[in-house]
């Protein structure tokens, strides 16, 4: 018999959100993390990174940047804490946006991310 949970609120759970891309020759491009968020939760950090190539990514909740994460250089690992405007709501869109690519391969992400 497995444990029940009526009514519970999960806060304070740590969580990742990840995207892997493994196709050549990626171009400027829009991806949608959430298209409408569930819960709420905190952007904590963002981990980027290319296989080859490079371009600027833009992490965006319903089409705002998140403080300091409106032009993230990506080809070798980075990891970016977050600091600012970093809360997404419960129905809120979450975006990573590519642009300025050249020679992208591969592209992995990952975002921590805390119930709230």
Do not use: H, W
């Not at 977050?82 to 990952?110: M, P, R």
Request: hydrophobic share 40%; glycine share 10%.
């Amino acid at each position: 018999m497995g444990i029940k949970f009526f009514g519970s609120t999960f806060t304070n759970l740590v969580e990742n959100i990840d995207l892997q891309d493994i196709n050549t020759g990626i171009g400027n491009n829009t991806y949608v993390l959430e298209l409408s968020a569930a819960y709420g939760y905190t952007v904590n950090n963002v981990s980027i990174i290319s296989g080859a190539g490079t371009c600027t990514a833009a992490l965006k909740i319903n089409a705002v940047s998140i403080t300091g994460l409106s032009a993230i250089p990506v080809s070798t690992l980075l990891t970016t804490a977050i600091a600012g405007t970093n809360t997404v709501s419960a129905g809120d869109k979450l975006t990573l946006i590519l642009s300025s690519t050249s020679g992208l391969n591969n592209l992995q992400v990952s975002i921590k991310t805390t119930r709230i």
